[in-house]
DNA sequence: TACGCAATGTTATAAAATAACGCTTTCATT
DNA sequence: AATGAAAGCGTTATTTTATAACATTGCGTA
């Protein structure tokens, strides 16, 4: 099982996260010769800031801050680098929460298992191939073709149930 | 595995599906005393119109269009009953569409996968325990708590695969 | 009848996402 | 280097989705 749960739930050195995200996230996009503009970078970088997704406006607000204070980032700006790096799995979108969140494994091939606590918002990904073969079963038996999926699963996370 | 894709798929007499449904909704309604009020009546009849899922928008202006010319029904009326009828589990909302969908078996406890065409828009329901299972052993890999899932599927159903 | 509460009406606004258009940058080709 | 097409970005406006806040109505019970 492929999952980033031991990061998402302990505290950890988390700009080494996110140096490694983002190293990750150059070369991918470096191999399939696509632009990770600053702009496209800076967005990365926030939602990555911690384990757990960003609003879209988050991210606007986020970025605001961030840059000199005359400048404001506006949210078009904002959705067409999340529309990039989501075309590059780069991140992902949470659709029960409309937020986004980063990848731990790019470029691998996976599907999307969310676990998000209720408590403390983190997110961890996990990619388990029995899940996987349960869906495509479910599928078959209705003659259904699977093309994409949605798994979000919400409850608590080890830290918070104590 | 319980599931609606039979009808969900196939011609029918939808007829007879909004009337079964409208009564299983009145007599669980009645069973915990609440009230299935006209307004929220509407609202779930306009919900169960197909098996395709409405937004909560679609269902402003198809009530709005439904009633007295004169009369507007507005989108606070429209998120009332949606409300009260996702907690009496006769709907569910899907997450990955911003949109509702008639339950075909409330009352009984089932864990919701939801099978949506992209093709023809169709949305079947199913709950099937291996999946159920597949989910809970993911979880309990991570120690983490399973307290609701979401599960949303996205492909070709049986008639939209030719 | 009067009280209390649930349900609905109404106005306004918040929050999330996109459309449309023009300017700038990048980059391959000359 | 010049240039033309496409990609990226800035900006304004608008659409779509959802909720806040408060007034009014209806309905059962003391």
Known sequence: MLTNSRLAYHQHDHKRCINAALNRARL???????????????VFKTIWT????LGA???????TLASSPV??????????????????GLIHRLASLNAYIGCPFPGSDHND???ICR????????????LNTAIAQTATRTNFKVESQVVE????????QS
Do not use: W
């Open 50 to 53: 911690s384990h757990r997704p």
């Open 119 to 130: 408590a403390c918002g983190s997110v961890a990904e996990c990619s388990a191939e029995y």
């Open 71 to 88: 400048k404001r980032i506006l949210p078009p700006t904002v959705y067409r680098s999340i529309e990039f790096l989501l075309e590059q």
């Open 113 to 115: 298992v969310f676990l």
């Open 28 to 42: 991918l996009c470096d191999d399939r010769q696509v632009r990770l503009t600053p702009i496209r970078e800076a």
């Open 153 to 160: 699963i919400v409850g608590l996370c080890p830290e918070c």
């Open 57 to 63: 406006y988050d991210i606007v607000d986020k970025m």
